[in-house]
């Protein structure tokens, strides 16, 4: 599958607990987004990297919260000192800077502090 | 600040009924991209279209039609002769260029469609 992966799947994690989620973005793409999705809600844009530059970060993303694609490939994202508010589908998706640029998701990690 | 509205939380509707899901959306850009995203419910969202500002026109796929009008800042979705297939959340999401990507997207709360058989 050559789709844009993320893992693990589902995370459960005590309040005050740190976690890290990976994203496998689409082989050749270049820009690597994170977004999160709340129940009953649309995604919202958290930041986004150009290779491993990290380009732009939503005010949304607390000092809590981090992010990394050191290598232009896979990103973390890591979440210390969890809240319940945190709990989430946190999604990953990638694209091809170009003049056709269309944005691939993956299925997410959902996340459940307890 | 940008916004997005799906009015309508859930639309229940009998297979082969045609269905339109309502956006209305909010920009002070003058040049910017809106988008379909379907969601079922696996959870991965599928990319259905991506319409810039500047081109008006219709689009006609398959089963699938959008009707963009900037004069009342709606781009709405229509699947002709509904299938149980289509059962999902619908979202309409608008772009924000500044930041240099056109994929820092503003979503709408999403519209659940049920096709029942």
């Known amino acids: 599958d050559t789709g844009v992966s993320q893992d693990p799947r589902h995370k459960i994690t005590k309040r005050g607990q740190n976690v890290t989620f990976r994203c496998d973005p689409i082989?050749?793409?270049?820009?690597l987004y994170w977004y999160r999705q709340t129940l009953g809600q649309g995604p919202e844009f958290l930041t986004y990297?150009?290779?491993?530059?990290?380009?732009?970060k939503s005010r949304l993303l607390s000092d809590r919260f981090s992010a990394e694609r050191p290598k232009g490939s896979f990103s973390t994202l890591e979440i210390q000192r969890t809240e319940q508010g945190d709990s989430a589908m946190y999604l990953c998706a990638s694209s091809l800077h170009s003049t056709n640029e269309k944005l691939f998701f993956g299925s997410g990690t959902q996340l459940s502090v307890l | 600040a940008q916004k997005v509205t799906q009015a309508q939380t859930e639309i229940s509707v009998v297979e082969k009924e045609d269905v339109t899901l309502d956006c209305v959306y909010e920009t002070r850009d003058t040049t910017y991209y809106l988008f379909w995203y379907k969601q079922p419910p696996s959870g991965e969202l599928v990319f259905l279209i991506r319409r810039n500002s500047f081109d008006e026109q219709n689009e006609i796929s398959g089963r699938y039609s959008w009707n963009f009008q900037k004069s009342t800042s709606s781009f709405n979705f229509t699947i002709t002769a509904s299938q149980v297939v289509d059962s999902a959340v619908y979202f309409c999401?608008?772009?924000?260029?500044?930041?240099?990507?056109?994929?820092?997207?503003?979503f709408g709360k999403g519209t659940l469609l049920t096709v029942n058989p």
């Open positions: 999401a608008l772009s924000d260029i500044s930041g240099g990507s056109n994929y820092k997207l503003t």
């Open positions: 082989s050749e793409h270049n820009r």
């Open positions: 990297f150009q290779n491993e530059a990290q380009l732009e």
